[in-house]
């Protein structure tokens, strides 16, 4: 009979935990080399959060990564289970469930009290996938965890007529000549979580748009393409194949806001479509609007769901 042995998994291990994961979501979620390395890259990457089950001939065969994240946006009870696979084939063997004994026991070694599926910082996964078969959720039910809402990424078809019809008002203009005052309005406007994540962003050369109205900044929106430095959450799983290169032709949008003072008469809407004609000026084809349930609101312009997650969250 096949031994099983639970212990580290390291970052050099990204191939094999993409087999393990792509042999249930190589269809719908293809994990390539581009988003397990920025995972690994996050100031919250933790190699004590992270197990691997392998067998006696050294193969892995199930794996978990947690977040126990140190922002100071971040709750300091909560942890985060980022990714949880277990090769099909070895199934029923009691390595989901070592998985998540050993991991649970550490996070509440840490003080961690609440824990959420997906979300954490430089996430994989907003929550789990509607792909995702029905044994995940007998196995997350029976610790405690809870469903929550729906999360869905977009595709925006930049060639869609209503980017077009969509148009900037007078005096409005989306600028890309000046990421320092766009970061700086979105830790104004933004401050917490969207505020460290373009910051980031920006540093590793994504493009950050301001919107400005008479010279001021009244808005910003990242725009994301393949060929940036880091893969942003957008662009996480769009390789056309496990273990692949991302689609040269797809760029992400987001995130994306309006100050406050500015909000309504349509600004919100006319800027996703001026960062996607912006996008499309630079060759793309189509964009991903990530973790958003505002799905109505960029269905104006065309945007339909694309992946479908549902949070989850339960006590440790």
Do not use: K
Request: aromatic share 8%; hydrophobic share 50%; proline share 8%.
């Amino acid at each position: 009979m096949t031994a099983f042995a639970l212990g580290p998994l390291g970052h050099h291990e990204g191939e094999a935990a993409a087999a393990v994961w792509n042999a249930t979501f190589a269809a719908s979620l293809p994990l390539g080399p581009r988003a397990w390395t920025a995972w690994w890259a996050s100031p919250d990457a933790d190699p004590a959060l992270a197990w691997g089950v392998h067998d006696d001939h050294g193969r892995l065969r199930g794996l978990l990564l947690a977040r126990a994240p140190r922002r100071p946006w971040a709750p300091a009870d909560l942890a985060h289970v980022a990714l949880l696979a277990v090769d099909p084939t070895a199934r029923g063997r009691g390595i989901g469930a070592a998985l998540w004994d050993a991991a649970a026991a550490e996070l509440r070694a840490r003080g961690r009290r609440r824990l959420r599926i997906g979300a954490d910082p430089e996430r994989l996964l907003p929550g789990v996938p509607l792909a995702a078969p029905p044994a995940t959720w007998r196995f997350l039910r029976a610790r405690g965890v809870r469903p929550g809402g729906l999360e869905a990424d977009l595709w925006l078809d930049l060639d869609a007529p209503a980017l077009d019809r969509s148009e900037l008002p007078p005096g409005v203009a989306l600028v890309d000549d000046d990421p320092d005052d766009a970061v700086a309005f979105v830790e104004r406007a933004f401050p917490g979580r969207w505020a460290d994540e373009v910051g980031a962003a920006a540093a590793a050369g994504a493009a950050v748009l301001g919107l400005t109205r008479d010279g001021a900044t009244i808005g910003f929106c990242l725009a994301q393409r393949p060929g940036d430095p880091v893969a942003g959450a957008g662009l996480t799983w769009t390789a056309r194949r496990p273990w692949g290169a991302p689609d040269p032709d797809v760029g992400g949008l987001g995130p994306l806001g309006i100050d406050e003072a500015a909000r309504g008469g349509g600004l919100g809407l006319a800027l996703v479509a001026a960062g996607g004609r912006w996008l499309r000026a630079r060759g793309l084809r189509a964009a991903v609007i990530d973790w958003t349930t505002l799905t109505a609101f960029y269905g104006r312009l065309g945007a339909h769901a694309w992946r479908v997650y549902q949070r989850a969250e339960g006590e440790l």
